[in-house]
């Protein structure tokens, strides 16, 4: 079977208070509110501006005091029923009404709008129907129903345009959150980009901040993590910046959300905590039922069943008490995959079908699709193959709709079991060359970035020599011209064409520096490629794909199993790895424990390994360039003990020391003297020749010198190789 599905991860609702309201802007907080206050105790009269005042009170709590902000709106609603404001009275109810719709009371929210959209109506007050419009498409969006979202939002621009408001960077920006939610990842880019322009002219500080988590989610979704970890980071710092605790909430929860789907479960859920601790944030329940969401897939992945059952269960009762069929999918979800990894398939069966009946009217394609996984998986382990079949089908037809190639491969793979079991064996085989072919796609995908980096340097390069060449031509259309000058004006040209002359000089050197860098990096790119090759030669695909068949034709299955999941584990973390510039010495060394598991699983080429890291380094700060250290391994592995028969060890060792990085790889093979004996003469190490280019390279980028030694043990009278790797390093700050 496969592995346990990476759940859906729900961020936090990330949407703009001054979007709900249409503010012009939003001064500092506790300044304006202590203005407010003031002006509130001076002025005693009973009238429209004490409803008013009373009212931006009640707006200035809403986030951070909802309770101190229902007293105010009550106050004002009382005051304009005495002195028969109906305008006063609408925005009274239309602010209720955003109040329970940030705290997800979602009845009690609905009942406020509409009574503020049927008192507008009755004045004709179009712009206060726009207000009630848009606060509609966030309690949609809030509920997980991106049409009726769109719609509302819609509903709300088309009012603002009628009345020459041009003040909508509010709508564009909700706008771009349905299409975030869609996938339709390039409209809500745009949309971000332009508002997050508009508001950072506007000094709008909580616009910034919406729209930077907004931004760094679409980055999320597409996979670009270092840009959405840019993104997040500067957001939190936003709302550190302006003492935001909802602001700070969204954006841990969301880093948490990033670390996590790298696999860093362990930091991922000291972000999640650090949100969890938040105390303002837990009035807004929607935020708590995703965060708890989230924390209970920590759990579930990490095998503590009983403590993500716990998690998912306070959030379904928080979500059925708030109607918040989003998150009450993920969470049926999680709790489905919980009971299916423990046995318990009746169970688990219950909740993903009731998970699939939400998400069917929500149009959620990732909670629709684990819907679907966790039904498949159910019906597979109670036997009921025939009910298996239609899921996976049903799985494989809306992957491929929704374009979602991790969801189509396990479709396929889990048609393979099925058919298999079934005794469709040409079935199973199609299945699972399709599996194949779409797990292809996706490491594919780490190299189409590269791709489109070369692309952009050479449309860059284009534009230089483009430029040189009007560049020539402007100094040849002078020269022309100069022969036509009286004499008298020989003395001005002579000067005009020195300078000219200078500025081609100079414009011929940034040219060539710049031609310089491209080719560089171009370089950089070019030997990046040939160690992945090297990572992953025929030889070690082919040879580890006929252990592989080996253990198929003996029955093996546990053990083939095991063997497949590692081999695809590292085959990801690899070309996971190339995209990068620099991974965690973690991930690093995860790769290389993977490698040395499966290079040693042969028991004719059986070896003892090690790999011990000093106490002083601390794995997941130090970033390094990957693929670095497992090519030595693998010469190691090939040459080293070449007609040595037992007794066979490869030791790996980290240590920091004098601020340098140093990794060694030490065997007690023939040495690397008497392998040269067996190859030709001038055949050289193929890692070592890669990594000496590489390295080269990177002490430029690093500022900081790396190097590789490579020496037979002989010297000192011992046995072996020893390979000592300076290693460039960046440290993150935890």
Do not use: W
Request: proline fraction near 1%; charged fraction near 25%.
């Amino acid at each position: 079977k496969m592995n346990k599905p990476l759940l859906s991860m729900r961020r936090s609702a990330i949407l703009l208070i001054s979007c709900i309201l249409f503010n012009t802007s939003i001064f500092s907080q506790e300044n304006f509110l202590d203005s407010l206050i003031q002006e509130l105790s001076l002025h005693k009269e009973k009238d429209t501006v004490r409803v008013k005042i009373l009212n931006q009170l009640a707006f200035v709590n809403y986030s951070n005091d909802p309770p101190q902000s229902i007293i105010y709106v009550e106050e004002a609603m009382k005051l304009a029923d005495e002195i028969k404001s109906v305008k006063g009275k609408a925005r009274s109810f239309y602010l209720k009404g955003v109040i329970y719709l940030e705290q997800a009371n979602f009845k009690v929210a609905i009942e406020n709008i509409e009574k503020a959209v049927e008192l507008y109506s009755s004045l004709d007050d179009l712009s206060g129907i726009a207000k009630c419009s848009n606060a509609f498409g966030v309690l949609y969006y809030y509920k997980g129903n991106s049409k009726q979202a769109l719609k509302h939002y819609k509903e709300a621009l088309n009012l603002k345009e009628k009345l020459g408001d041009e003040n909508n960077e509010g709508l564009i920006y909700n706008i771009g959150n349905v299409y975030s939610d869609m996938g339709e990842y390039q409209k809500a880019l745009i949309n971000f980009e332009k508002v997050l322009d508009i508001y950072r002219k506007k000094n709008d500080e909580q616009g910034v901040l919406s729209c930077l988590n907004s931004i760094a989610t679409v980055y999320y979704e597409q996979g670009n993590y270092p840009l959405s970890l840019k993104y997040y980071n500067e957001s939190l710092q936003v709302s550190e910046n302006i003492s935001d605790s909802i602001g700070m909430f969204r954006s841990l929860n969301n880093l948490g959300n990033l670390y996590r789907q790298q696999d860093l479960n362990d930091k991922a859920l000291s972000f999640y905590n650090r949100a969890l601790a938040i105390q303002a944030a837990k009035y807004n329940v929607k935020n708590i039922t995703a965060l708890k969401n989230n924390i209970g897939g920590i759990y579930y992945e990490k095998e503590e069943f009983n403590t993500a059952i716990n998690y998912y269960n306070e959030s379904i009762a928080l979500c059925r008490e708030i109607d918040d069929n989003a998150n009450l999918s993920s969470g049926l979800n999680g709790l489905g995959f919980v009971y299916f990894e423990t046995k318990e398939y009746s169970k688990a069966l219950t909740y993903f079908k009731e998970a699939c009946e939400i998400t069917l009217l929500n149009n959620d394609p990732y909670d629709l699709l684990d819907a679907y996984h966790g039904m498949t998986d159910s019906y597979f382990g109670m036997k009921k193959y025939d009910l298996a079949l239609v899921n996976a089908k049903k799985l494989a037809q809306l992957s491929a709709e929704y374009g979602l190639l991790r969801h189509e491969k396990n479709a396929y793979a889990l048609l393979s079991d099925i058919y298999e079991k079934t005794g469709s064996y040409k079935k199973a085989l199609e299945s699972h060359q399709q599996y194949q072919l779409l797990n292809d796609s996706l490491f594919n995908k780490a190299n189409v970035e590269k791709i489109a980096q070369l692309e952009a340097e050479y449309k860059y390069k284009q534009a230089l020599d483009s430029a040189n060449i009007k560049e020539l031509q402007l100094v040849k259309t002078v020269m022309t011209t100069s022969q036509d000058l009286e004499k008298s004006e020989q003395k001005i040209l002579l000067g005009v064409a020195g300078f000219l002359i200078v500025a081609l000089i100079l414009g011929i050197i940034i040219f060539l520096l710049k031609l310089k860098n491209v080719k560089s990096e171009a370089q950089n790119i070019a030997i990046e490629q040939k160690l992945l090759r090297s990572q992953m030669t025929p030889h070690f695909i082919f040879n580890s794909l006929s252990v592989l068949q080996g253990m198929i034709l003996n029955k093996e299955e546990k053990k083939a199993v095991s063997y497949l999941s590692k081999f695809s584990k590292l085959l990801r973390i690899i070309l996971e790895n190339s995209r990068d510039k620099t991974v965690s010495l973690n991930q690093e060394l995860t790769a290389v424990e993977n490698y040395l598991t499966l290079q040693n699983i042969e028991e004719t080429k059986a070896f003892k390994y090690t790999v011990e890291v000093d106490n002083g380094i601390d794995k997941s700060q130090f970033k390094i360039p990957p693929m670095l250290i497992q090519p030595f391994i693998e010469n190691a592995i090939e040459h080293a003990f070449e007609g040595q028969i037992g007794n066979k060890k490869i030791d790996i060792h980290l240590s920091y020391i004098d601020e340098k990085l140093i990794c060694t790889i030490n065997d007690n093979g023939i040495g690397v003297d008497a392998q040269k004996t067996h190859q030709s003469q001038d055949k050289k190490s193929l890692a070592t020749t890669i990594t000496s280019e590489r390295l080269d390279i990177l002490s430029k980028d690093f500022n900081m010198k790396g190097s590789v030694r490579v020496e037979d043990k002989k010297k000192k009278n011992e046995k072996g190789t020893l390979v000592t790797l300076v290693i460039p390093y960046k440290i993150q700050a935890a």
